[in-house]
């Protein structure tokens, strides 16, 4: 338990370092989450676009799916400020061998990794997710309990939880090929799965959704919960996350057994 607080320590230090070295040019960085902002209502439209020149989405109305797409933006946003930098890296440290040096660290290698991906970039996207999220609980005149809330908390904690877990195998990832470029780019791809309702898939896919790939946690769950409160079978999502990260974690320890110095 220490040592899972001294790396929360290490990855508010990584923070601070990070956006100190962002606000040396203040306007630039203001500008830039700014920017952030104003893209990120591009979501937003082209889902209004969606919704109002098809059928939409089945289950949901338009007011829900705006509600949907400030959860959506809100996850993204707070997943890519704690771990956008990861990426870059894990690559670099493998290419280089500097990995060499964290395995002499008393705390666990992939905690420091973990804790190395800040970026302020994306604090445009979780502004834009939470003024969403407000204006759709209030257009929606949804009635929120603490119970909600706090089970609405949860599940996106979890969600981030699997984000690590993601993390912790595309490093593993890295550390086997070494020089896999575009890995990151089809494990976003492959995530996208998530960031639309479950209801537009097969049984099946909501099946493995919900349960062995949990996706559904990230967005569907928590704006399910803001709308029309916990359903037990909900739950199965947060046994099955904790698994899925379980297992990134033993991956882990089997990778860093076959690791030799400088990826070779």
Known sequence: MIKIFKLFQL?????????????????????????????????????????TQTKGFPGWDLGQIILFQGVLLFVLGLKNTIWANLPQYVTRMVRRGDLDRLLLKPYSSIGIILASGFSPDEFGAIIAGIILM??????????????????????????????????????????????IGRLNEIMEAFSRFGQYPLDIYSKILRGVFMTIIPFAIWVYIPSKILISGLNANMLYSLAFCILFTALSLKLWGRCLKHYTSGGG
């Open 11 to 51: 990855f508010f230090c990584n923070s601070k370092l990070t956006l100190a070295r962002g606000m040396e040019y203040r306007f630039d960085f203001i500008l830039g989450t700014i920017m952030n902002l104003i893209f990120s209502s591009v979501g937003p439209i082209f889902q209004y676009l969606i919704f």
């Open 134 to 179: 407000v204006y759709s609980v209030f257009n929606l005149n949804l009635h929120l309990n603490i119970l909600n809330v706090i089970m609405f908390i949860v599940f996106i904690s979890f969600g981030l939880l699997l984000f690590m877990a993601m993390n912790i195998i595309y490093t593993c990832v890295v550390i086997m090929l070494v020089n």
